[in-house]
């Protein structure tokens, strides 16, 4: 596709479950990474990808998140025995390290509400 | 460390001019970055800079001051549309790699 697509749009749970988020980045970009926003806070980073190696983990926010990247392309998210602090929107980007500029460009993100 | 500031809110007049200040301390600064987020949506980019000066693009305009470390984002004749939040972000890079860190917003309120 044109852009970066996420899916789903929106996930609710129940606390305790685990939940998979996926990412489709643009095609031919290498690099992709993973945020997470809060309401009405900023962007957290939590990783990044380049091919499919994650050379910087270190914004995971503990042993429950992890993420996966395969044939260079699609990513998931995976949270693991979710809480209720886990609920915000979970954003995807992509972008290609090889242009000086490197901009990054986002996927519509994913709204996840834990109850 | 790194620190990113910019204010939480402005309100603005349609047809009006506003700045939006952006100051970062970091290492390793590589550029910056100015993103535009309608509320539910992605944010989607507006600007860079990575040299001092202005970057003009149609009503948008971007400067930065990397001795200051200092930027701002200037929003020429003001349309109800652009009210939104504008995210600043500050790209590191370590270890062979580029990364964002953002600030955490100015939500703009546009008004008649």
């Known amino acids: 596709g044109a852009g970066v697509s996420q899916s789903p749009s929106n996930k609710v749970t129940e606390k305790g479950k685990d939940v998979e988020l996926r990412c489709d980045p643009i095609?031919?970009?290498?690099?992709l990474y993973w945020y997470r926003q809060s309401l009405g806070q900023g962007l957290e980073f939590l990783i990044y990808?380049?091919?499919?190696?994650?050379?910087?983990k270190s914004g995971l926010p503990s042993d429950r998140f992890s993420a996966e990247r395969t044939g260079g392309s699609v990513s998931t998210l995976t949270i693991q025995r979710t809480q209720q602090e886990d609920s915000a929107v979970y954003l995807c980007?992509?972008?290609?390290?090889?242009?000086?500029?490197?901009?990054?460009?986002f996927g519509p993100g994913t709204r996840l509400t834990v109850l | 460390g790194q620190n990113i500031d910019q204010p939480t809110e402005m309100t603005a007049t349609e047809g009006a001019i506003v700045q939006i200040n952006c100051t970062y301390q970091?290492?390793?600064?590589?550029?910056l970055f100015w993103y535009q987020q309608h509320a539910g949506e992605a944010p989607t980019f507006l600007s860079y800079?990575?040299?001092?000066g202005l970057e003009e693009k149609g009503r948008f305009s971007s400067f930065l001051s990397r001795s200051k470390g200092y930027s701002y984002l200037l929003l020429k004749e003001l349309q109800m549309k652009d009210s939104a939040s504008y995210l600043c972000?500050?790209?590191?890079?370590?270890?062979?790699?580029?990364?964002?860190?953002f600030g955490a917003g100015t939500r703009l309120a546009v008004h008649p």
């Open positions: 980007a992509s972008s290609f390290p090889g242009l000086a500029q490197d901009t990054q460009y």
């Open positions: 095609s031919g970009h290498t690099a």
């Open positions: 990808f380049q091919g499919n190696s994650a050379p910087d």
């Open positions: 970091t290492s390793g600064f590589n550029g």
């Open positions: 800079n990575v040299l001092d």
């Open positions: 972000a500050v790209r590191r890079t370590s270890g062979g790699y580029n990364k964002l860190i």
